[in-house]
Each structure stands twice: as C-alpha cells, then as structure tokens.
C-alpha cells in the first residue's frame, strides 16, 4: 500500500490531505474539511484537474480585458491548449457576470464565463 | 459643512463590507471615497478563484466577489464617489477629499471607517544593489498590468519573494507564454499559501529557491540578468554561492505594508506588528469614532475574513452612533490583548469586558511554522481556552472565538500563545 500527502487546492485553507492507495484504486481518503477536498483528492492522484482564470480581449469596455473562468475543472495537461482557445477569443462590452465567452472549452464539459460585468465605456 | 453618519476611507472588499452593515443597522446616511474609478479594490485584479468558500460557499474569483459585495451595497443605497482620494483626517473626524467634480471639500462625520488597504514594499525597501533600469516591478503592478489593462510586462521573469500574488503571478505569466525561471524566497519557509506553492509552482514545474535572495541586478535601459545567493541563518549572502539567471523582469513579492498616512495624520495609535492602528472589539481606533478594517487593519491573507472584519467595523460604528444618540456610555474598563510565545500579534488588542455585546473573534498569526503545538489563552493569567493544532505557519492567519460571557467576565489581559503540547 502506497501513502501520498497532498495539498488541496480547493481553497486557502489548503487542507493536507492523505490518501492510501493499493495499485491504482484509491482505499481511503482522510484530512479532508469539506467534501471538495475528498473529490479533489481522487482526482489527483488520476489526472489533476484545476480551474482555468485568464482575461478575454474586450472591445468598447470600461478595461481593454475581461477576466474570464472556466464553470469547473478542466485536466492540467490541456491548460496551454485551452489558453491558446482563451487567446483567440474578442468579445464585445457590455458583458454580464457569468455570460458564456467560449462554451465546452476543447470538449472538457466545462464554459469559459466572464467573471464580472463589465459595462461599455462612456 | 455637509455631514455624514459615517464616511467610508476606501471602495474595497472592506469599505463594502463595512458599508452594508451600516446600512443593515440601520445608518443611512453613509458615503464611501474610493480613488479608483469603479469599486471593489485590489479584487479586481486578482482573476484567480478562491474567494468566497467561507462567505458564500462558493469559490469565487476576486472580481465575482467584489460584484456581490457591490451589487448588495447598491441595492441597500450606499452612496460611493468614485475618483476620489481622502487627502485628510483629523481626530474630530473632518474629512478632506478631492476628485475632479466637487474639487477639494472637507465633510465632518460621527464616524470614520479606515478601509484604506495596503501597499507593496517597493525595490527601495530591500536594498538590491544595480542599475535603475526598466524591468523590475513589484508583483501586484505586474498583475494590474496584466489582468486590468492587459499588458504583458516581460518574457523572461524571476521572482523575489514567495508571498502569495508572486506565486499567483508566477502561474499567470507561464499560462501567458513567459518563461519564469525561479523563485527565491529568503526565509527558510514560504511565505505564501500552501496550496499556490502546489498550484502556481509545482504544477509548472516552476523552482523554488529557500533561503536564498536576490543581491544584483544587471542592466543598461532593460533589465538583462540577476545575481542570486544563498543567504545563512542569519539571512547574510553566503560567499560563492552566487548564481546568474539571464531575465528581462524582476517581480518583487516581498510584503504588504497597511496604507495609514490618514491614520498618522489623525494620531492614532499603532500597533508596530501589524504596521496598522490598535483597535479594541467594536474595531474603534484609539481615536473615538474612528473604526479601521481590511488590509488596512492588518494584511489578511483570506478576503473572507476582510469581509467579517468590516463588518464588525460597521456594527461597531454603527452601535457607536446609536450610543451617541441615546446617551449611552461604553463600559470604560479596557482590558488589552496581546500576543504571548510564537504570536506576532493579535486583532482586536482591546476588549471591553462591562459592555460586551457578542462573541469576539481574535485574529493572529504565528511567528514561525510550528508542529503539533497548542494555542493557549489567558485571561488575568488563568488559561480560559485551550485548542490543539497538528500544524501553524505565518502565513495563515489564525483565529479564535471567546464568548460573550467569559468576555463579561475577564478579571485581566488576555495572553495569546503557542505552546507545544503538553
């Protein structure tokens, strides 16, 4: 049986983690507050998978860019895939918290949404 | 002189906070200053999640919690100047401002909020030897840069310091195709969070050098390289242990410092700890009806906390303007809070046991990471509390809870520290 320590990342309490492992089938999960770490946990030790935050060119905005976010995890390994997507991508003021800027982002499931509302310049 | 029930120093997570609690208390008359051109502060540039577990169950990035703070202060009517700097404050609570349509006014109040933030410890601060030249920038301007006004500020980065929008930073400029080729932090422990040196390092196979700093920079116009040094126990450059990494920027990440020219100018007292004002249970200054919160109060590492902060702050005020009202005085006995063994310091550092009015939250951090230790209160030198902890590290802020009845009762000061287990 193999032991791994992990860090969550779900949020700034950064939980140490433990997870006990048989090959490759997860046995237990401890250390954990809240149900995210017990989730974030497994996933890590498949394929780590962590929020994507980035900005979006805006055009006629209050700021030349637009914070985006992705609606949940996408897998790390496609994160220089999926910022090469976020780069491409122009959209127009005004836009509203939560309005959809690239939908299923390469086929992960998850959106890319803008995370504030940002209103067209005077 | 146009007056207010409160003026509010600052549009942040903290002025917000501290303004719809006011307002939630029933203070109607209220007005925040903010000098940016739209509210919500240092949020607004930081694009990365994890905002809001604790406040709203949700993880937020830090322009989506602003937005909630913004649209509630809005919907309760709080009044906000925008492009506006308080220029002064005096202890009778005058308040002197200026923006571009009202010019210079001065307004009085029955209370003043601090919500003011902090700022970055400059180059100037830590002394690295070498050229003026353009390339280095201190972490949180980099990120404005880039998450506001979309500009890229290099190609090739290092970052001095391992406080957490150095790491956030580090992460944010790989994801935009720069190369970051290290971070030195000079104590022998980050001091960021746990899981950024996860999520902004590791993940990117980005190193981390401990007890080590920068001591040169090279350059004409454009930063070109750094010198790097392993430093010993006593935080002095090791001879020959020089290292040189060909860059183009620098990001420093070396401390936040409480913004508090407006609170030295009103003479209040400071806490040299923290580098903000001494604030009792109501987070009243030692200037009456003048309250502080927020990263001006003390550097928070969790917005969360900000909010329950403020808006304690603007109950606090709130009760204040109440008591003035009705004539009500505020139990004069004080006794103080301070930090024992391994504690830097401790918010509030005052309570007033005869008018308790609910559970206080104490807030502290340690000076050094620690294993398996106890943090340990007392009161008038008997332990009141006693809370095992496997872990404590500098970079988390702590917190513990006293109740409202052992606050009625405390007989002296109360001693916060970490002891090891007994």
């Known amino acids: 049986m193999t032991e791994k320590e992990l860090i969550c990342v779900n949020c700034p309490i950064g939980c140490t983690v433990t997870v006990k492992m048989e090959g490759d089938e997860i046995i237990s999960v401890t250390g954990n507050t809240c149900p995210k770490g017990e989730a974030y946990a497994r996933k890590e030790c498949i394929r780590p998978e962590r929020i994507l935050t980035s900005t979006v060119k805006i055009e006629g905005g209050t700021h030349r860019v637009l914070p985006v976010i992705t609606s949940e995890e996408i897998p790390l390994d496609v994160m220089f895939e999926a910022m090469e997507e976020v780069r491409k991508v122009s959209v127009k003021a005004p836009v509203s918290e939560g309005d959809v800027i690239i939908s299923n982002l390469l086929g992960t499931g998850a959106d890319v949404v803008a995370s504030r509302s940002m209103a067209a310049a005077d | ?422």
């Not at chain 2, 992460?171 to 000079?186: C, D, F, N, P």
């Not at chain 2, 040094?229 to 410092?257: A, H, K």
């Open chain 2, 1 to 422: 002189m146009r007056h207010y029930e409160s003026v509010i120093i600052g549009g942040g997570s903290a002025g917000l906070a501290a303004a719809v609690a006011l307002k939630k208390q029933g203070i109607g008359d209220i007005v925040i200053l903010e000098k940016d051109g739209e509210p919500g502060g240092i949020l607004e540039q930081c694009i990365h999640n994890g905002f809001g577990l604790q406040t709203f169950k949700e993880q937020l990035s830090g322009p989506a919690y602003a937005e909630r703070f913004i649209r509630m202060a809005e919907e309760l009517g709080v009044e906000i100047k925008l492009n506006t700097m308080a220029v002064g404050l005096t202890r009778g609570r005058e308040v002197e401002y200026v923006n571009p349509e009202e010019g210079d006014v001065t307004v009085s109040a029955d209370t003043v909020i601090l919500a003011v933030g902090c700022y970055e410890r400059p180059r100037g601060a830590i002394g690295i030897h070498g050229p003026r030249c353009a390339g280095v920038y201190t972490a949180g301007q980099a990120q404005k840069y880039l998450n506001i006004d979309g500009y890229m500020v290099g190609k090739r980065v290092f970052i001095l310091g391992s406080g957490d929008i150095g790491l956030i930073m580090a992460r944010r400029m790989t994801l935009e195709g720069a190369k970051v080729l290290g971070v030195a932090e000079l104590m022998p422990y980050s001091s960021g969070l746990p899981r950024n040196m996860k999520q902004c390092l590791e993940d990117f196979g980005i190193p981390l050098y401990l007890s080590h700093t920068v001591t040169k920079t090279f350059g004409k116009s454009r930063l070109e390289k750094i010198e790097l040094m392993e430093v010993d126990d006593n935080r002095q450059p090791v001879p020959g242990s020089e290292m040189y990494f060909d860059c183009d920027t620098l990001l420093l990440s070396v401390g936040l410092i409480p913004e508090n020219h407006l609170a030295d100018d009103a003479g209040i007292e400071m806490d040299p700890s923290t580098k903000g004002p001494v604030v009792d249970d109501s987070y009243m200054t030692s200037a009456e009806g003048i309250f502080a919160c927020g990263n001006g109060l003390h550097v928070h590492d969790l917005v969360d906390f900000v909010s329950l902060q403020a808006e304690r702050a603007g109950e606090g005020a709130a009760r204040y303007i109440r008591a003035k009202r009705e004539g009500t005085e505020a139990g004069e006995r004080r006794v103080s809070v301070r930090p024992g063994e391994n504690v830097s310091y401790t918010v509030p550092a005052l309570v007033h046991p005869d008018s308790a009015w609910g559970n206080v939250e104490f807030f502290f951090r340690v000076k050094a990471p620690l294993d398996t230790v106890s943090v340990v209160i007392r009161g008038g030198g008997r332990v009141i509390r006693t809370i095992k902890k496997r872990k404590m590290i500098p970079s988390e802020m702590e917190r513990v809870v006293l109740t409202k009845d052992v606050i009625a009762g405390l007989s002296g000061d109360v001693v916060i520290s970490v002891e090891p287990q007994a």
